[in-house]
T-cell receptor
Framework: QKEVEQDPGPLSVPEGAIVSLNCTYSNSAFQYFMWYRQYSRKGPELLMYTYSSGNKEDGRFTAQVDKSSKYISLFIRDSQPSDSATYLCAMSGVENTDKLIFGTGTRLQVFP | GAGVSQTPSNKVTEKGKYVELRCDPISGHTALYWYRQSLGQGPEFLIYFQGTGAADDSGLPNDRFFAVRPEGSVSTLKIQRTERGDSAVYLC????????????FGSGTRLTVV
């Protein structure tokens, strides 16, 4: 079993839809939770960063962390075709190491 | 520079050859990371430098892989006796200080071993 599980998709939605992306994890020691967006042939770009449990909102994006369930989510409101990309969840904070553990990524397509 | 620069952007090499992949981090960033991303997968950690020293090299898959950062800026990932399974995108990231919040990734080097 992988440390971080993420549905690879693809997920196809119409423009304007609310998108929900999720990851589950097994290591309760994770403390920092991130969502990255990756366009084709580009490096990952940080979207959201959350420490411990709770919600964080930034524009059309909302990140939620539920440590008791080992479950994190990213919601995208009013989705746009430009949101079409792969979304990667990532976690860190185990044993004072700085490395990130990524999910496999969910490919999202928003069609006009 | 404005971002993390990786060269070359693409590299095709024959099985058994030696390759070097270069990363130019953002100026002033002391932390530098190498990750490897296979097709359809998320990036996997290889090595982390804080300054000139490798603070964590636990992700290097075997002794064919080696990385250096001699002056605390540019880093080179070196792969000896390449194998077809080494084919992947090699990503470099840097940050002003340790911590995932400040990571900036480069666009990667796409390595193909034939």
């Amino acid at each position: 079993q992988k440390e971080v599980e993420q549905d690879p998709g693809p997920l196809s939605v119409p423009e304007g839809a609310i998108v929900s992306l999720n990851c589950t994890y097994s290591n309760s020691a994770f403390q920092y939770f991130m969502w990255y967006r990756q366009y084709s042939r580009k490096g990952p770009e940080l979207l959201m960063y959350t420490y411990s449990s709770g919600n964080k909102e930034d524009g059309r994006f909302t990140a939620q962390v539920d440590k008791s369930s080992k479950y994190i989510s990213l919601f995208i409101r009013d989705s746009q075709p430009s949101d079409s990309a792969t979304y990667l969840c990532a976690m860190s904070g185990v044993e004072n190491t700085d490395k990130l553990i990524f999910g496999t990524g969910t490919r999202l397509q928003v069609f006009p | 520079g404005a971002g993390v620069s990786q060269t070359p952007s693409n590299k095709v090499t024959e099985k058994g050859k030696y390759v070097e992949l270069r990363c130019d981090p953002i100026s002033g960033h002391t932390a530098l990371y190498w990750y490897r991303q296979s097709l359809g997968q998320g990036p996997e950690f290889l090595i982390y430098f804080q300054g000139t020293g490798a603070a964590d090299d636990s992700g290097l898959p075997n002794d064919r892989f080696f990385a250096v950062r001699p002056e605390g800026s540019v880093s080179t990932l070196k792969i000896q006796r390449t194998e077809r399974g080494d084919s992947a995108v090699y990503l470099c990231a840097s940050s002003l200080r340790p911590g995932g919040e400040g990571y900036t990734f480069g666009s990667g080097t796409r390595l193909t071993v034939v």
